[in-house]
């Protein structure tokens, strides 16, 4: 059974910092990527991040040079660092794996943690 778990999530003011964490059990296809997506009241669901195997990743416009994935494979746990928080950055924030394909597309990525909430004041 897989199981993603989300921690970190909280209350920031902007311009503060934050550190997610998913830790990841009960999956074993290390070939396919994983990555952070958030969403918003009244909004869907966008992709922040997305992460290879190898590390490589990718970001949304709005976050790029704020915000570092990275992924921890002895301790199958997958990182969001959020620095220089917005206000827009305010949703409910999920890491997702499972996806064959390389893409930000939420519809792609079988495996869903439980969300974590950040909230950004200004």
């Known amino acids: 059974q897989v199981q993603l778990v989300e921690s970190g999530g909280g209350s920031v003011q902007a311009g503060g910092s934050l550190r997610l964490s998913c830790v990841v059990s009960?999956?074993?296809?290390?070939?396919?990527?994983m990555g952070w997506f958030r969403q918003a009241p009244g909004k869907e669901r966008e992709g922040v991040a997305i992460?290879?195997?190898?590390?490589?990743?990718t970001y949304a416009d709005s976050v790029k040079g704020r915000f570092t994935i990275s992924q921890d494979n002895a301790k199958n746990t997958l990182y969001l660092q959020m620095n220089a928080l917005k206000p827009e950055d305010t949703a409910t924030y999920y890491c997702?794996?499972?996806?064959?394909?390389?893409?930000?597309?939420?519809?792609?990525?079988?495996?869903w943690g439980q969300g974590t909430q950040v909230i950004v004041s200004s």
């Open positions: 992460i290879s195997p190898t590390s490589f990743a």
């Open positions: 009960g999956y074993t296809n290390s070939r396919d990527y």
């Open positions: 997702a794996a499972g996806s064959g394909r390389w893409t930000m597309t939420a519809s792609w990525y079988n495996y």
